[in-house]
């Protein structure tokens, strides 16, 4: 039943109005006057208001005012009850807050049409209410749910080695999650590993396609696996979890600063460009692939680009939000500008290409927001400054005292399989060892390395001695290992731990014809004591051969009071 509060100076007119809205199924009160309105409007909080205009010590112009505010965001119809017919009068009427007016005498069937129109927009507005403040009480809980995933998306995707020195980027998104992710991190042997991806669609749904996308990028790049490995892996994870429909268009690169190669696969985002300082020139990295989570089992590619780079050449890569954005008339920049600017650009300023295609962006947007994520990224051909060891935390487990642990592998698998981040995966949950990556990755990859390169396949790495021998000592070395028919490695651990520290002894055996390792020096045979064994030696705390040579033997120690 809607209230009614009605407000005349004259008694007879209440009497009436009122007996009439009661027999219509009102709940009615009345006062004489506007004062008494506001002293009993809180307490009776009527549903629909009838003013009299001219009332003592307020009248009913002044009221309807004061009633608006009180009211709030509620609505409470006013309605006029006058004898003036003036359209100047009137107008007054409905400017002072009134919603409408019934002239005196009043006429029932007019007063029962009106207060039932208005009795209606009362309801509505009352359901309106309701479900505005439902909606808000929704979105402030969607609010708090996406702070909580936000907290969880930045721990996972964010850190790496994004702040190693040699990365450079911009990023924006339309929504609170950005369907544009950029991860970095450096393998335990200093390689430099970058991804830029680009996932279909905006906000949440994006970002659940990033989380397990940016965790097994992380974990294989700290646990040393190759390019080709994280991209299979990387695709497999995106095709088994994405739906019909979503996939992540991406660049990953690799840079090695041992062999100053870069290596880039492109599936999907727009042409990046490579600029050699020396040669003064612009190479373009254009999309070769479908994009990861398209492509299943043997028909996915992870064939790469392979460029020489020198300390002052830098990458240049963004997602195709780039080419999206839009001015006030909805144009878009596209792609020929971005091409024109690069192609234009003074090489002298190459440190300033950057910063010209977001400027060139930003001012063809103006005021205006983007209309998809945005993300441009520089990354600069010098070593990161990164500290490799604190990338990969100590494991949480307790690990186990003392075990002995054979891992063989044998022909076809030395083709397929790198067995170094298998075992550093391993070993990485062994207290204190979680934190020794860059030095442990390295003694497990030289003796493995060498002991099927030199072991098993008979390399040279005399070979290597330049440039042109580094690239020729690689093509053989994949001739020959596609041709292994026979032989193995076999790695032999054994591990013991105290109080205070722990110890590894690695054992390496190949089957090859080994070599008279008592008739070399330390730093006479090239093959045995180059760079490799070198760090070897440096990194644990002995090194040793035996049988006919084909035996290595490093111990390695490690502290466990931190």
Not at 114 to 129: D, E, H, I, V
Request: proline share 4%; aromatic share 8%; with cysteine.
């Amino acid at each position: 039943m809607l209230k009614v509060l009605i407000a005349d100076d004259s008694e007879t007119d209440r009497f009436l109005v009122c007996k009439l809205l009661k027999h219509l199924g009102y709940a009615c009160e009345s006062v004489s006057n506007g004062a008494e309105v506001l002293e009993l409007f809180d307490k009776y909080r009527p549903d629909i208001l009838l003013l009299d205009v001219l009332m003592p010590k307020m009248d009913g112009l002044k009221l309807a005012g004061a009633v608006k505010k009180l009211a709030g965001e509620d609505f409470i119809p006013i309605l006029f009850l006058t004898g003036l017919h003036e359209v100047e009068f009137i107008e007054r009427c409905l400017d002072s807050g009134g919603d409408d007016f019934i002239t005196k005498p009043v006429n029932p069937r007019i007063l029962k049409a009106k207060m039932s129109a208005f009795g209606r927009m009362r309801t509505m507005q009352n359901s309106l209410l309701q479900h505005r403040n439902q909606l808000r009480k929704h979105h402030q809980q969607l609010l708090e749910e996406q702070s909580v995933a936000k907290h969880v998306y930045d721990a996972i995707t964010g850190g790496g080695s994004l702040d190693c020195g040699t990365i450079r980027h911009h990023m924006s998104s339309l929504a609170v999650f950005n369907g544009d992710v950029l991860l970095a991190s450096i393998r335990p042997n200093g390689n430099l590993m970058l991804l830029l991806g680009d996932f279909t669609g905006h906000g949440l749904p994006a970002a659940l396609g990033s989380m397990p996308l940016a965790s097994s990028f992380y974990n294989m790049v700290a646990t040393g696996f190759s390019l080709p490995d994280i991209l299979r892996e990387l695709n497999q994870k995106m095709s088994s979890l994405l739906p019909r429909g979503f996939f992540c268009c991406a660049i990953v690169a690799e840079l090695d600063f041992i062999r100053y190669k870069l290596s880039v696969w492109n599936g999907g985002l727009p042409t990046g460009y490579f600029f050699q300082q020396e040669d003064d020139d612009y190479i373009p990295l254009p999309s070769t692939h479908l994009p990861l989570g398209v492509e299943t089992g043997e028909r996915f590619s992870d064939e790469c680009q392979v460029l020489d780079f020198n300390e002052e050449d830098r990458l240049l890569i963004w997602t195709d939000g780039i080419y999206d954005v839009r001015n006030s008339k909805d144009e878009r920049i596209g792609p020929d500008a971005i091409d024109h600017i690069v192609a234009q650009h003074d090489a002298s300023k190459i440190d300033e290409l950057f910063d010209t295609i977001l400027m060139a962006v930003e001012n063809h947007m103006g005021g205006d927001s983007t209309t998809d994520d945005l993300s441009l990224v520089e990354v600069l051909t010098k070593a990161p400054e990164a500290d490799v060891d604190a990338i990969q935390q100590p494991s949480s487990h307790s690990g186990p005292l003392a075990w002995q642990f054979e891992f063989e592998i044998k022909p076809p698998t030395f083709h397929s399989l790198d067995p170094i981040p298998v075992l550093m995966t391993f070993l990485s949950q062994v207290p204190g060892l979680g934190t020794k990556a860059t030095s442990l990755f390295t003694v497990l990859s030289e003796l493995y390395n060498n002991a099927l390169d030199h072991g098993l396949l008979g390399l040279s790495s005399f070979d290597k001695r330049n440039s042109e021998g580094f690239s020729n000592y690689y093509h053989e070395r994949e001739r020959r290992l596609k041709n292994l028919t026979d032989g193995y490695v076999r790695f032999t651990l054994r591990l013991t731990t105290g109080q205070h520290a722990g110890r590894l002894e690695v054992s390496v055996e190949d089957s090859g014809p080994g070599f008279d390792y008592q008739l070399h020096k330390q730093g006479v045979n090239n093959l045995l004591h180059g760079r490799g064994i070198d760090m070897v030696r440096q990194f644990s705390q002995s090194l040793s051969y035996e049988g006919r040579g084909n035996i290595a033997k490093a111990i390695y120690v490690w502290s466990l009071s931190g």
